[in-house]
């Protein structure tokens, strides 16, 4: 019986120095390998400075910009709080608080109807934190942006298309786009277009991260 607990806490130790030390290193290995950019958190630089995280969205919600969908993780987008209302659809103040989203967005879309507002813009995410909007999403905010900021709605289509994300292989997960890298696509054609906007929006996002 003695022989059958030692051996019992000798394949305990090799399991967990096989599955906790040599399987971890060996996938965290791999990751540094052949997707350096993945594994340190695909962090975004400006000026050798960390500005955002392509996996973490950002609280975009100036009218120049292509907005996020709206955030329960901590004050928005917080990543050490990730969560999600956890209201569930009858109850009377998420209700509210929806509706109340839905009159902002169509305020600030005027040429929007309200069945047309896309749900993933005034609805959270499960995690609070996701980068990505729908592909409708995007496109339903163009006229607003143009109008806005001068940039041709055109050239803000393309913009969209350019970086939509589609299905893993063809087959899981939903095409989007996301908002953190559209919108720092979108800086540069903001900047000649209407560098007076430029400055307003993008002012000091080298040095305090979150600006929109």
């Known amino acids: 019986m003695l022989n059958d607990f030692v051996r019992s806490i000798k394949l305990a130790v090799w399991l967990f120095i096989l599955c906790s030390i040599i399987y971890t290193s060996f996938i965290w290995g791999i990751g540094k390998i052949f997707f350096p950019f993945q594994a340190g958190g695909s ?6 400075k960390p500005i955002g995280s392509l996996l973490i969205g950002e ?16 004050t928005g987008y917080q990543a050490d709080a990730s969560s999600a209302s956890n ?10 608080v929806v509706k109340k989203r839905i009159k902002k967005f169509l305020t600030e879309n005027k040429t929007v109807k309200k069945g047309e507002v ?17 592909v409708l999403g995007a496109f339903t905010q163009i006229t607003r942006i143009s109008e806005l900021t001068g940039v041709n709605p055109d050239r803000l289509k393309e913009l969209v298309e350019s970086n939509i994300s589609y299905r893993d ?11 953190v890298k559209l919108n720092l696509k979108l800086a540069p054609i903001l900047k000649s277009v209407n ?4 400055d307003k929006v993008f002012r000091g ?3 305090t991260g979150n600006k929109n």
């Open 43 to 48: 962090i975004i630089y400006k000026n050798s």
């Open 59 to 74: 609280k975009f919600s100036s009218p120049y910009l292509f907005n996020s969908r709206p955030s329960s993780a901590g």
């Open 87 to 96: 209201y569930g659809p009858t109850n009377k103040g998420y209700i509210d």
């Open 118 to 134: 896309p749900v993933d813009l005034v609805t959270g995410s499960g995690s609070g934190l996701d980068p990505f909007i729908s």
């Open 169 to 179: 292989f063809g087959l899981f997960g939903t095409p989007g786009v996301n908002t």
């Open 195 to 198: 560098p007076k906007i430029y």
């Open 205 to 207: 996002l080298v040095n």
